[in-house]
């Protein structure tokens, strides 16, 4: 079990006058075996908190740590061993022209471990896949189905942490129960680390102890999951989000 | 209603080269000026249906009884004559926005392009024109955001140009193909208040394409249920709660709840005679 700590977490895109400031300073610490969740406006940052921290980009300056382990120590094999992400948007993570058994056999390779056919059909039997699809091409997937290939290839490396980004938004809620509750098992059974971006209050009340609201690149706020029910949020952006959940949740 | 219905679809089967099943299998509908809903299991054939009607499916074989759209044998249309319809007429917001925008374009620009494909008008018309459309979807600073490439704005950024580009071309059907998914709930609100707006004072017809229960619960007029390439069950959205498919039913106990158990989430037990659809409700 891995605790992941973020600290004055800071990213500039763009350079002169079109520079922009995306995160100003941002720092919170995830601890070993949670589930912490990252809801907040569309564009405030919470992806690329995520990127920050899988090193996608290293523009960035701060200190981020998994087990007291600087992310840029790490050799991008070592890294990979570590830390995976779901990414938001499925079709843009998988290359097109590879079949779901190269998306899922190649870090299988690159990693040197072995069974690799008993892992893939573990592994896309686990996200409520059929075997045969270990033959399809992303085209020829439903966009829930992408996501769920994405769900794989993040799982089947077994990573103490894993990031999420929107990891069920594109699932009708029968399959994202079933996810669900595999991470929830998995976090429990092998104690992995995660960070979950959801724009759903209830799936982050459903699956994290604590979670950070941003606005404008900054967390507002840390709260508890208990925070939700009763609103018990200061931050006015994060009490108007939450009050706007729980009345989504009755009515729009 | 079938004398003003914008859609009107009969038995409308696909099944994609290289399959040996239906995607979607005799499913049949009609749409006035109204918000319906679909939902249903993830590749259940909803997005199939979208692009049925758009004949965006060059590799599959579609048949149906009939597919009228306005005046329109949808069936009957060249690809030329689509060309006119679709955009125009007819316009779908894709699930993956940002695979439908072109990768080494500045966002801001595709939008401009999309209205000058419809409207005469000058380049600096059409900036002016798309600005204002990335402010009306609640996109901050657009004047930055409109200079950005695809990979450079947010999922929900990426919805909200889709959902732009679709308002400027003034369309009378909109197919959205979960397109708040990766929106925060209260800017969700205000894009699902634009549609509405649309629905309500320009009379067209909307087709809501969403895992999202609580937003068809109370957004939409009807619901279509879809499970495994068969429409199951078609209801008043308000009684979404008493429905009687087990895959409806289903799906109703898998929800999270604020303030819920938090035990394992309730899964489904799928049965193969769920293909069958339940009787209409009167
Ligand atoms: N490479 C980049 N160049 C310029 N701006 C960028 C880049 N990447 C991200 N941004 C900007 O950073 C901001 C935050 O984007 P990010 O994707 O992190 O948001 P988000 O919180 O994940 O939003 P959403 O909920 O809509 O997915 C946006 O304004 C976006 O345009
Ligand atoms: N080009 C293709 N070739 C073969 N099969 C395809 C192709 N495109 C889609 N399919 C299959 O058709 C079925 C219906 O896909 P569709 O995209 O319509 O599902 P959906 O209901 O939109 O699902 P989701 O909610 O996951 O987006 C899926 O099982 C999918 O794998
Ligand atoms: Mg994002
Ligand atoms: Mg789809």
């Known amino acids: 079990m891995k605790r992941v700590d973020i600290r004055n977490l800071s990213i500039t895109f763009g ?32 992806s690329t908190v995520l990127r920050c921290i899988s090193m996608l980009t290293d523009i960035w300056s701060g200190k981020v740590t998994i087990g007291g382990t600087n992310v840029r120590d790490l050799a991008p094999l070592a890294r990979s061993r570590e830390i995976q992400m779901v990414f ?32 893939m059909s573990k592994a896309i039997t686990d996200v409520g896949l059929p075997l045969s699809f270990l033959d399809r ?35 009708d809620v029968s399959v994202q129960a079933e996810i669900l509750n595999l991470l929830q098992k998995l976090r429990e059974d092998r104690g992995f680390t995660y960070v979950m971006v959801s724009h759903d209050l209830a799936v982050v009340d459903h699956m994290c102890a604590r979670f950070a609201v941003m606005q404008h690149g900054e967390v507002t706020e840390i709260l508890p999951r208990e925070a939700i029910s009763g609103n018990g949020a200061t931050h006015p952006y994060a009490r108007e989000l939450i009050a706007a959940s729980l009345a989504y949740e009755r009515a729009l | 209603m079938s004398a003003t219905s914008i859609l009107d679809v009969r038995n409308l089967s696909v ?44 590799t599959a074989k579609v048949i149906a009884d009939k597919m009228r759209f306005e005046e329109l044998d949808l069936l009957s249309l060249s690809e030329r004559q689509m060309l006119d319809v679709r955009g125009k007429r007819m316009s779908m917001i894709l699930q993956d926005p940002k695979f439908s925008l072109n990768p080494i374009q500045r966002v801001g620009h595709q939008v401009a392009e999309a209205y000058r ?9 059409a900036r002016e024109k798309a600005l204002a459309m990335l402010d009306a979807v609640k ?8 200079d950005l490439y695809p990979h450079e704005i947010s999922g929900g950024m990426g919805q909200r140009f889709m959902i732009a580009m679709m308002l400027l071309a003034d369309p009378d059907l909109v197919i959205a193909d979960e397109p708040t998914s990766a929106l925060d709930v209260t800017v969700r609100l205000q894009v699902l208040d634009i549609l509405d707006g649309l629905v309500r004072e320009r009379g067209i017809g909307l087709i809501m394409i969403s895992h999202d229960l609580n937003l068809v619960r109370n957004f939409c007029d009807r619901v279509l249920i879809m499970y495994s390439g068969h429409m199951v069950e078609s209801l008043a959205a308000r009684e979404l709660d008493n429905a009687r498919h087990p895959y409806t039913r289903g799906l109703l106990a898998a929800q999270p709840r604020i303030g819920g158990s938090r035990k394992p989430l309730a899964v489904l037990d799928r049965k193969d005679d769920w293909i069958n659809a339940v009787e209409p409700t009167a």
């Open chain 1, 15 to 46: 350079t002169g006058p079109a520079a922009a400031r995306v995160l100003p300073d941002v720092s919170f610490s995830v601890e070993a075996g949670e589930c912490f969740g990252l809801v907040g406006e569309s564009g405030s940052g919470k």
């Open chain 1, 88 to 119: 938001q948007d499925p079709y843009g993570s998988l290359h097109p022209r590879q079949s779901v058994r190269t998306v899922l056999s190649e870090p299988l390779k690159i990693h040197k471990l072995g069974d690799r056919e008993a892992r």
């Open chain 1, 137 to 171: 091409f992303p085209h020829q997937l439903s966009g829930g189905q992408r996501q769920r290939v994405a769900i794989a290839r993040a799982l089947i490396l077994e990573p103490t942490v894993l990031l999420l980004d929107e990891p069920t938004s594109a699932l």
């Open chain 2, 15 to 58: 099944r994609y080269n290289g399959t040996t099943c239906d995607a979607v299998k005799d499913v049949s509908f009609t749409l006035g000026r109204e918000r319906l809903g679909i939902v249903g299991e993830s590749g259940s054939g909803k997005s199939t249906i979208g692009r049925a009607l758009l004949k965006l499916l060059p």
């Open chain 2, 117 to 125: 494909r419809h409207f005469r008008c000058t380049k600096a018309e």
């Open chain 2, 139 to 146: 996109i901050n600073d657009p004047m930055r955001v409109y």
